[in-house]
């Protein structure tokens, strides 16, 4: 069966994530449901390449599905995007892949954006897109902390319980805290990521953006390997997947 890859976003609000639930709507279910009448014999699996929070949006997941018969990779995109009708899911491209590439276990390496919006006025046109702090953070603060959680690391600290991973131990490449305007993103990349990790991250770095920890707190917070030592869950709504990597991009031919 031919495979393809699905380049994909969308807007989380409304979703229970983007796994198949036995109850409410998630991506995956909605992907398949659009892609089913290209092959209404045979059923259809997507995989993505990270299985996003219910609330978590996207604008570059990847994922895969095999169909039972070839077809041309523009028409895929625009049969899927016509079937998935008012749902805020949209194929931006698709690419007939080789047959061993897996949305997942390909990937090389994966990138999240935070957005915090920090003003005393609510969001409008930023609402359900970002965490509204009231309070004005220490950006520069923040990205000290980070910092110091960059790099290989056991973080038991910023994992969630019900995490499923081998092992707690990660490898950060990159975690920033960064300015603009009224906005404070925090960019994170790694090759994959513990389960609430991101969220774990930020609702820390929160803390110290607010002058309640120092950079020197976060650093105690990771060496005790332990969940209760840092911060919060940061709310979904503020975090997107920006990016998936592989040795080769699927979607370049």
């Known amino acids: 069966m031919p495979r393809y890859a699905l380049l994909v976003e969308y807007d989380g609000a409304g979703f229970l994530g983007w796994q198949r639930q036995e109850t409410g709507l998630s991506v995956q279910q909605v992907l ?17 390449a990270g299985r996003t929070d219910a609330g978590v949006h996207a604008e570059a997941q990847v994922a895969h599905l095999d169909l039972a018969r070839e077809i041309d990779p523009r028409r895929l995109r625009e049969a899927v995007n016509f079937h998935l009708g008012t749902h805020r899911v949209s194929v931006v491209q698709a690419a007939r892949a080789p047959d061993d590439f897996h949305a997942r276990f390909s990937a090389i390496g994966r990138a999240y954006r935070y957005d ?7 969001p409008a046109l930023l609402a359900g897109r970002v965490w509204h702090v009231k309070r004005r953070l220490d950006a520069g603060a923040m990205q000290a902390a980070a910092a110091l959680l ?3 690391h056991d973080f038991t600290s910023f994992r969630a319980a019900a995490c499923q991973a081998a092992s707690p131990v990660k490898t950060l490449d990159r975690l920033d805290v960064v300015r603009e305007g009224d906005l404070v993103r925090v ?9 609430h990790q991101v969220r774990n991250l930020v609702g820390t770095l929160k803390l110290v953006g607010e002058g309640r920890w120092t950079p020197a707190d976060v650093a105690a917070a990771l060496a005790a390997r332990d969940r209760s030592a840092a911060g919060p869950t940061a709310p979904p709504e503020g975090l997107t997947l920006t990016a998936v990597r ?8």
């Open 246 to 253: 592989y040795p080769a991009d699927p979607f370049a031919r």
């Open 116 to 122: 915090i919006l920090d003003r005393r006025a609510r």
């Open 32 to 48: 398949e449901e659009a892609a089913a009448p290209l092959t209404p014999h045979d059923p259809v699996v997507a995989v993505a």
């Open 150 to 152: 960059v790099g290989r």
């Open 187 to 195: 960019f994170a990349e790694a090759r994959s990521f513990l389960h």
